[in-house]
């Protein structure tokens, strides 16, 4: 069985008063149970965060993380000290750091083992640009996403791993991609993980759809059987529409997931 996740990445927005109170909207009426909840404030914020969402449902995650545990790394948050916060989810290979910070497959495994290692859960984003989608590689561009970024990696069960499908053609512009092709990729990327944790566990591992989610768009892309729940950017900076798309996915959960 598997559970539905909304995640929240805030990026790079809130003030500290901003990022308590959405944080508090949200804790005060979470829909309990049928799904698990998360926000990924900024790394300043983490703290604070927390501890208004402490005695919640909603658990907290990190948008990054360095591999190493240690060491001159100026400027960079390891996961020992996200683990250390409080955190349960950790954003691994958003497609932001990938294109704006130059992160590979590679360091995007090492990040997922570091992380892993210290029992929280990653969420590996994979996605496509608009040009790998029009010159027909997106299949192979999360194959190797995905191989690369699990390599060597075992034991990988849905309480170890969340996988988020993002095309990067819908993020942060207003078009998501249609249900069709949301369960395309998404079935797709179940089979990927059955090749490398077997059938069983493929199944067990919830993969989120992360391209402009909205309260509008949240139930029919829900209602796809591959897709369990969403990895929301713009529409988790308002606890009313955020809300909006838990409150979906409770509805939705328990249904088609299985």
């Not at 404030?41 to 948008?63: C, E, M, N």
């Not at 000290?81 to 349960?88: F, K, P, Q, Y």
Request: some cysteine; aromatic content about 6%; overall charge negative.
């Amino acid at each position: 069985m598997r559970t539905m996740v909304i995640a929240g990445n805030w990026k790079m927005n809130t003030s500290a008063a901003e990022a308590v109170a959405l944080a508090a909207a949200i804790a005060a009426d979470a829909p309990h149970n049928s799904v698990r909840l998360a926000v990924c404030p900024p790394f300043v914020y983490l703290d604070s965060v927390h501890k208004t969402i402490a005695s919640s449902q909603v658990a907290l995650g990190a948008q990054n993380c360095w591999s190493e545990s240690k060491g001159a790394y100026t400027g960079e948050i390891s996961a020992s000290m996200l683990a250390d916060i409080g955190c349960t989810y950790v954003i691994v290979g958003h497609s932001e750091r990938r294109i704006l910070f130059g992160e590979t497959d590679e360091s995007v495994n090492r990040k997922l083992r570091a992380v892993m290692a210290l029992s929280m859960m990653p969420i590996l984003c994979v996605g496509e640009t608009l040009e790998e989608r029009e010159q027909n590689a997106a299949f192979d561009v999360i194959r190797r996403q995905i191989a690369r970024g699990l390599d060597g990696i075992e034991g990988v069960t849905g309480d170890t791993l969340v996988v988020a499908y993002e095309p990067v053609w819908a993020i942060g512009t207003g078009r998501a991609a249609t249900a069709g092709q949301a369960q395309e990729m998404h079935s797709f990327i179940r089979s990927l993980l059955a090749e490398h944790c077997g059938s069983e566990q493929a199944q067990c591992i919830a993969v989120l759809y992360g391209g402009s989610v909205t309260p509008d768009n949240a139930e029919e892309l829900f209602s796809q059987p591959d897709v369990d729940g969403g990895l929301v950017g713009g529409a988790s900076l308002k606890a009313d529409s955020f809300l909006r798309i838990a409150e979906v996915a409770r509805t939705i959960a328990g249904g088609v997931h299985s």
